[in-house]
Nanobody
Framework: QVQLVESGGGLVQAGGSLRLACAAS????????MGWFRRPPGKEREFVAAIGKSGVTTDYANSVKGRVTISRDNAKNTLYLQMNSLKPEDTAIYYC??????????????????WGQGTQVTVSS
């Protein structure tokens, strides 16, 4: 299994940037496809971005495409989400998740096996 801990959230003004990180425990980080999801206040969890085991394959929700970049450093067992041009509607708790997979990515949170505790991102207008 893998344990995930998010960091990097905070309060920013609209148009600002944040870099979220997800630190994974263990020695099997590279065996998992990874994803970022978020839960806005009063709403259901939604997909943000996903990345394959090697980092070659990526996928983004239309709402964030062009503004965020998902990446991973398998040598450091760390997943990242660089967020630019933030909008108030980006306000949410952001979660990283791990999915056992030999290849590919998924937008479906139900297909992910492990989740972090979340980090709060608040974008003021």
């Amino acid at each position: 299994q893998v344990q995930l801990v998010e960091s990097g959230g905070g309060l920013v003004q609209a148009g600002g940037s944040l870099r979220l990180a997800c630190a994974a425990s263990g020695r099997a980080f590279s065996s998992y496809a990874m994803g970022w999801f978020r839960r806005p206040p009063g709403k259901e969890r939604e997909f943000v971005a996903a990345i394959g085991k090697s980092g070659v394959t990526t996928d983004y929700a239309n709402s964030v495409k062009g503004r965020v970049t998902i990446s991973r450093d398998n040598a450091k067992n760390t997943l990242y989400l660089q967020m630019n041009s933030l909008k108030p509607e980006d306000t949410a708790i952001y979660y990283c998740a791990a999915r056992a997979s030999t290849y590919g990515v998924s937008r479906n949170g139900h297909e992910y096996n492990y989740w972090g505790q979340g980090t709060q991102v608040t974008v003021s207008s």
